[in-house]
Each structure stands twice: as structure tokens, then as C-alpha cells.
């Protein structure tokens, strides 16, 4: 089980932060801040889409064709914590190393876009914003928050592909 998770967590993990690495680029280099939450979904998808191979992959090679629930859910649990904690790292590394200014250019950002707000809106904007801003000044804050971005989304398809490839016994084929 180990190489299989380790194999579809990697191959996950790298498309993930492929998705990441092209978002951050796109967003600090326009300025806008405008990431494709669209396209950042679709990736995230199509990444966790090897947690469904994986445990498929680890049903039909390891253990002749049969599933719990629970033994998929646990496959498909840690290839979603490597793929995540891929993407963490890379965001990490992102982050500290290429875009350390990040959060205040982004605060500036959101509160020049919100000055059309009435007063008590803007002044909780600013005080959400700069929360944030603090936040992220502690890297455990950033590794939690980022987790919150991705696993949510890999426990998803986990959840659902154990439900899909679960098989408890061999089912005899009538000719």
C-alpha cells in the first residue's frame, strides 16, 4: 500500500502545485489578484482524480479485486495528504522565497478595492485584512490555512471514490 499511495500521492501532489505555482505567477505579476477560482477547482480535481485510480490501482493489484470501505478510505486519505502536503511545500516555498510580500501587496489591494464601501464595511475589511496579514507572518498559520485550501477538496473525492470502488467479495460471472 505504501508505494501505491506513495506513486498517486507524488503524481497528485505535482499537478496540484503545478496549478498552484501557474495561479500565484498569473495573480502577482498582473496585479490584479484575480485568480480563476474556476480553474483552480478544475485542477484540484483532476489532481485528486489519481485518488480514484490509486485506490482502484491498489483493489485490482494488491488485493485481488476487493475493498472495504474503510481500507479505500484510508487509501485514498493518504494519497490526499501527500498530494496536500506537496502542495503546502511548494506553496511554502513559493511564498518565503519568490512572494514573501505577498500578503501586504494583496491587503493594499483589497483595501483599495473596497473604498466604496461604506464606512463600518471598510473598517472591517481593514481589520479582516490586516488579521490575515498577521496570520501569515507565522509560517504554522500559512501551513494550516493552506491545508484548509486543498485537503477539504481531496477528502471530498476520497469519501466519494470509496463509496464507488468499494467491493467486498468477488461477484461470479454468469456466461
Known amino acids: 500500500m505504501k508505494k501505491n499511495t506513495l506513486v498517486f500521492g507524488l503524481i497528485s501532489g505535482l499537478i496540484a502545485s503545478s496549478m498552484l505555482i501557474a495561479n500565484a505567477i498569473k495573480c502577482y505579476q498582473d496585479k490584479d489578484f484575480e485568480g480563476n477560482m474556476i480553474l483552480g477547482f478544475t485542477i484540484m480535481i483532476i489532481a485528486f482524480a489519481f485518488i ?52 501586504e501587496k494583496y491587503t493594499a489591494h483589497e483595501i483599495a478595492a473596497a473604498k466604496n464601501l461604506p464606512a463600518v464595511e471598510l473598517q472591517k475589511k481593514v481589520a479582516d485584512m490586516n488579521f490575515y496579514t498577521e496570520m501569515y507572518k507565522n509560517p504554522i498559520y500559512v501551513v494550516l490555512l493552506t491545508y484548509m485550501e486543498i485537503l477539504p477538496v481531496g477528502l471530498i473525492i476520497t469519501l466519494l471514490s470509496a463509496l464507488i470502488l468499494k467491493k467486498k467479495e468477488k461477484q461470479v460471472e454468469v456466461a
Not at 86 to 94: D, H, Q, R
Open 52 to 103: 480514484f485510480v490509486g485506490i482502484k490501482n491498489y483493489r485490482d493489484q494488491f488485493n485481488n479485486g476487493l475493498i472495504s470501505f474503510w481500507k479505500a478510505f484510508k487509501v485514498g486519505l493518504f494519497i490526499a495528504f501527500i498530494a496536500s502536503s506537496i502542495y503546502v511545500v511548494v506553496c511554502l516555498i513559493a511564498y518565503y522565497a519568490f512572494i514573501p510580500d505577498f500578503m
